[in-house]
């Protein structure tokens, strides 16, 4: 008698030349993200003297393209292949951040063209973002994708505390506009990863495209109808609104107010960034201690608001998987939507009642945004649902008054 050996495990993603393109394709970008998100402010500030509201302004041009086109983004990259779509968003980021220092030594460079590349970047950045995250599954094996996203999320937190503290002291010899060039470089090495990447995937059938607004709606319907996704949005999209406004003002507040170096700014936010480090690092052992659930109230409660990511994947069941696209984006458009709204009230704020006190409003508005997956089941839950049947049942059963 004989039984069926067990299915061999597919081999270490590191021996994936198609995976470790993309993942170099992907760390330059995450690269030249945190380069231009510390450069941009420091230009504005140090060089083109922007006050409060011209600060509030570039901080919401960044970001208004989640809250414009971050649904209709969702269902387009769903219909179509992925790869192309960060190929092009990061051509776009190229000609955009090599324009404005060429803008800066030609001696015409003004606060409204950063606030218009900003704009330019921002879409290009919910395309990458979007697609990226619902590349995935089309570039790994199912039982691989757990691994790749861990990699990935560990490349984005190292870039987190890298990224600021490079950029800090490259401020240190060069100016700003210099670092937006590098930061142009990032994205076009990005895009040459890319294109050595290659994939089976074929775009969806044209006769499956329903109207855009049904699977708009369809998306915000996954994302709102489970109540666990609904909480963790929620708790997200609050404390990034109130975060917002924040982050928006510190620059102002380091750079003008405290009169300190560019360069201290990059260390300080390095610094904030090395939270996210130590939060993905002990985040296994912090959820098998204290339960699954429970984690992202304490999580949240703790401000690690970064560790929110890690926890969500769980919930994905292997049915989303064509919603991926859609999914992603209706939780960016409602955690990210927020923050151009909150980035223009912020110099509003800082400019009607001064930025200490601005800086107070938003740490109380992150802490009462907590109140969403606090008061929620998670608070309870050791382990998260691993499928939709699952989800529903425990919701039904944790309804049921006790006996």
Known sequence: MTTDAPPAPSPTLWRDGNFVRFWGGEAGAQLGSELGFLAMPVLAIVLLGADEIEVGLLGAAGMLAFLVVGLPAGAWIDRARKRPIMMRA?????????????????????IWHLIVFALIVGVATVFFDVAYQSYIPVLVPRDRIADANGKLESTAQLAGVG?????????????????????????????????????????????????????????????????????????????????????????????????????????????GAVGGIVGAVVAPKLSALVGEGTIIPVAALLGVV???????????PAAAVPLLGRMNASIRFVVWGVMPIS?????????????????QIAIVGMLLGTAFVVFSPLLRMRRLPQSADEHAARLQADSEPDR
Not at 90 to 97: G, I
Request: aromatic share 8%; proline share 6%; charged share 15%.
């Open 306 to 316: 970064g560790l929110v990511p890690i926890v969500l994947m769980p919930l994905v």
């Open 163 to 271: 990224g600021p503290a490079l950029g800090g002291l490259l401020l240190t010899i060069v100016q700003a506009p210099v670092l937006l060039a590098v930061t142009a470089v990032t994205y076009l090495s990005s895009f040459v990863m890319l294109a050595t990447v290659r994939d089976e995937e074929v775009a969806r059938p044209r006769e499956e495209h329903r109207p855009l607004r049904v699977e708009i709606a369809e998306g915000l319907r996954f994302v709102f109808g489970n109540r666990l996704l609904r909480a963790i949005t929620l708790c997200t999209a609050s404390t990034n609104f109130f975060g917002t406004i924040a982050f928006t003002m510190l620059p102002l507040l380091v750079l003008r107010d405290l009169g300190l170096g560019p360069e201290i700014f990059g260390i300080a936010t390095a610094v």
């Open 90 to 110: 990061n051509a776009v980021r190229v000609l955009a951040f090599a324009a404005i220092p060429l803008l800066w030594w030609a001696g015409v460079l003004e």
């Open 343 to 359: 980035g223009a009230l912020s110099g509003v704020l800082a400019q009607w009642l001064g930025i200490a006190t601005t800086l």
